[in-house]
């Protein structure tokens, strides 16, 4: 299905995928801790927009290891030679839908349910 020069330039773009998202997540850490302000000069809305900002950066960061996590399935794949291929149904995936992005496991079929 793929040649192996496809199947670097996927692994790079993965790779790639994996260290930024991994970068993204030790610059923005301190966002997702603990909300602590000092109730005397902060208002109530304040404190609300706040920990709305908290709730974001982690919802932001679960995002991001979900994203890590389908890029190394899809690395794995590559070494295993089962990239390119539904998980579910076993058919090729779409070369067009695995550039977009690279770290899908189902074709489109099965991903419409």
């Known amino acids: 299905m ?16 994996v ?7 030790r610059t923005t850490r301190a966002s997702r801790g603990t909300v602590t302000l000092d109730q005397q000069s902060v208002g109530r809305l304040s ?11 982690k919802a932001t960061h679960a995002r991001r290891q979900a994203q890590v996590q389908r890029a190394r ?9 089962e990239f390119g291929y539904c998980l579910e149904c076993g ?5 067009k ?10 074709c489109i079929t ?3 349910g």
């Open 2 to 17: 793929f040649t192996k020069t496809d199947l670097l330039t996927f692994q790079k773009r993965l790779y790639a995928i």
């Open 97 to 106: 839908r695995l550039g977009h992005d690279p770290s899908l496991a189902l």
């Open 73 to 81: 399935a899809a690395l794995l794949r590559i070494d295993d030679g």
């Open 47 to 57: 404190r609300m927009d706040a920990l709305q900002q908290q709730a974001m950066a």
């Open 19 to 25: 260290t930024e998202s991994e970068a993204e997540n």
């Open 110 to 112: 099965c991903a419409r």
């Open 91 to 95: 058919e090729e995936i779409a070369r």
